[in-house]
């Protein structure tokens, strides 16, 4: 026979086996949410964002008190050939100096010059 004090003792003991096993299952069920959380966050910064403090600024050196740098030349200045600089990278800027290879060289782009030359009759 179970006496009173035993089934007490029972009932002490399976409701504090209960509250274990239900603070695991939240442990795990928490962790599970937060590390489905911060993998959708990282999905979402890597391919959603569009951040446009992180990109790369082309112009390093060239007249940064402008707020826009333009040149402009006349035709009849040019002669037969102008060399100009894309890459922003030139000691002569706006005219090329070759920068542009030891750029393309250390990031893997394929930036060149702009060649305007006149048209051969």
């Known amino acids: 026979m179970i006496t009173t004090e035993q089934n007490h003792k029972f009932l002490r003991d ?16 928490v962790s599970l949410a937060a590390g489905a959380a911060a993998v959708g966050y990282l999905a979402y910064k890597k391919f959603l964002s569009k951040d446009k403090c992180c990109k790369a600024m082309v ?12 040149h402009a030349f006349d035709m009849e200045d040019l002669g037969d050939k102008a060399v ?4 922003w990278r030139s000691k002569k800027f706006p005219l090329c100096d070759g920068s542009h290879t030891q750029h393309n060289d250390e990031t893997g782009d394929n930036v060149g010059p702009l060649i305007i030359k006149r048209k051969e009759a």
């Open 84 to 87: 100009y600089c894309r890459c």
């Open 14 to 29: 399976y409701k504090t086996r209960k509250k274990v096993q239900l603070g695991v299952e939240w442990i795990a069920a």
């Open 59 to 70: 112009n390093l050196h060239i007249q940064k008190d402008n707020p826009k740098v333009v």
